[in-house]
């Protein structure tokens, strides 16, 4: 996998008929779904079937299961992404004709031209503050346009065509494929070591961040994390570059700074200096800081903040992030796409302010129960240590082998590196059979206890069977 370098953008009116290689992934089933809406003839192929696939067909994309080099058909435009492997049928196709191909990200960056656009970055919480952010100005009546790396809650969908003038987009960093947008806003939440077998090394990353901020519109804005070092060195530069900048947090410095924050069950209160009380349904002192990040934004675009924090009142979360799956023996089961040290420990810790909440009121205390998925061979070759560190917050650790998706396996990296950094006073098990997981953590599990599969990978598929044990099914 390579980064990604910004290119010219091509305007989407001037693509002609598109064809996407893995359609039915959350990003590229997202920017196919646009295309669509704005009367774009699409294609595209996929390894296996899905309910996106059946999404897109209905909107009137030409969905094929399968590659192969047929697919292509009488397509202008090849949409790839960095997952793309080069012997790719559909690919060797299109080059052989000479088809324009385009990364993803420059769809997408097709899409926003010509747009308010809002970029939200950073190495936590993007997915999250990018659907606050389209749920809350929704409520406030401005109608974005809006491409997530995730799911909403509300309504399963993820990107959706609208008819205002403010496009919000998540922008990844993790190929360098965010350096492809030019956005009048631009949200950095924090900026931390991750997707080291592409970027070698932190001051790398650090690196591509400040690319990204340059690549703002003149006489835009930044809205920079308060409380990450990395995002204030960049807002001091956003700011000798006569740009706009408004910074959220905790810290004593913040133009939005955030106080008094208190959980209330699955969601919180806190109070943002200047602005006022607001009021989460989804828990944890992060969201907290996501949806301030989203006022902000709020205040550059001058939208009614009033109506926005109303709409944040209303955000019932995104798909895999904290999000219940049910419950069964007297135990709560969540799932999270949390696959970073920092993520699992923000996750954990809001969990353990859930369970606190439920102690004072019921007086019986409950667990956590972390089932956590390793993602990528290289990210628990880097982290295994801080992993098993932040999976210490739980009362028992369940860990599986390591998900490899695009990468082969390392000899000597598995899910036992993570498990035996567990420290004591957390119970670690090591199951690396995946099929044996749900049982594992049925015998573990007892009423009161809350359970969170945890991991960017398949992992998300044990929710529902763990609640078939815990049922006794």
């Known amino acids: 996998m390579s980064l990604i370098s910004p290119g010219e953008v091509v305007p989407a009116g001037d693509l002609g008929r598109v064809h996407f290689i893995a359609i039915g992934g959350a990003g590229m089933s997202g920017i196919a779904r646009i295309m669509l809406r704005r009367g774009i003839a699409v294609s595209g192929s996929d390894a296996r079937d899905s309910e996106l696939l059946g999404q897109l067909g209905d909107l009137g994309a030409k969905v094929f299961v399968g590659h192969d080099a047929a697919h292509v058909g009488d397509a202008d435009t090849v949409v790839v992404s960095t997952a793309i492997r080069e012997g790719n049928p559909e690919l060797v196709a299109a080059r052989e004709r000479g088809l324009r191909i385009l990364h993803r990200s420059a769809a997408l960056a097709a899409l926003m031209a010509g747009r308010r656009a809002v970029a939200v970055a950073g190495t936590h919480g993007k997915t999250t503050t990018t659907s606050m952010l389209t749920v809350a100005l929704q409520h406030a009546g401005a109608d974005p346009s809006y491409c997530i790396g995730g799911q909403l809650v509300t309504t399963g969908l993820g990107a959706d065509e609208g008819r205002g003038e403010v496009f919000v987009a998540e922008a990844d960093e993790s190929d360098g494929s965010f350096l492809m947008y030019s956005p009048h806003i631009a949200v950095v939440t924090n900026v931390e070591a ?50 706009n900048v408004l910074t959220y947090g905790e810290a004593a410095g913040a133009d939005l700074r955030v106080t008094g924050f208190t959980p209330r069950g699955l969601g919180s209160r806190f109070v943002i200096e200047g602005v006022g009380e607001v009021a989460l349904a989804v828990p944890g002192r992060h969201n907290a800081l996501n949806a301030t990040a989203v006022v902000a934004v709020a205040q550059a675009l001058r939208v009614d903040e009033e109506a926005v924090r109303v709409g944040l009142a209303t955000f019932g979360g995104a798909m895999r992030r904290l999000e219940p799956k049910g419950a069964a023996g007297g135990v709560e089961v969540f799932d999270s796409y949390a696959h970073h040290p920092t993520e699992l420990t923000a996750d954990l810790e809001a969990t353990r302010d859930y369970l606190g909440e439920k102690t004072a009121a019921a007086g019986e205390g409950g667990r956590i129960v972390a089932v956590f998925q390793p993602h990528l061979y290289s990210r628990t070759r880097f982290f295994a240590a801080e992993f098993g560190a932040a999976l210490g917050l739980a009362d028992v650790a369940v860990v599986l082998d390591v998900y490899g998706a695009r990468e082969d396996p390392e000899p000597g990296v598995t899910g036992a590196l993570v498990a035996d950094a567990i420290p004591d006073g957390t119970r670690a098990v090591y199951t690396p059979v995946r099929d044996e997981v749900p049982g594992v953590v049925a015998d573990l599990a007892r009423p009161g206890d809350v359970v969170i599969t945890l991991g960017a990978g398949d992992v998300t598929r044990l929710g529902p069977r763990i609640l078939e044990r815990l049922a006794g099914a």
């Open 194 to 243: 991750d997707h080291l077998d592409n970027y070698g090394g932190f001051e790398m990353v650090k690196e591509n961040f400040a690319r990204f901020v340059e690549r703002i519109e003149p006489g835009g804005a930044l809205v920079a994390g308060a409380d990450d070092p990395v995002a204030m060195e960049l807002a001091a530069r956003a700011r000798a570059r006569g740009l």
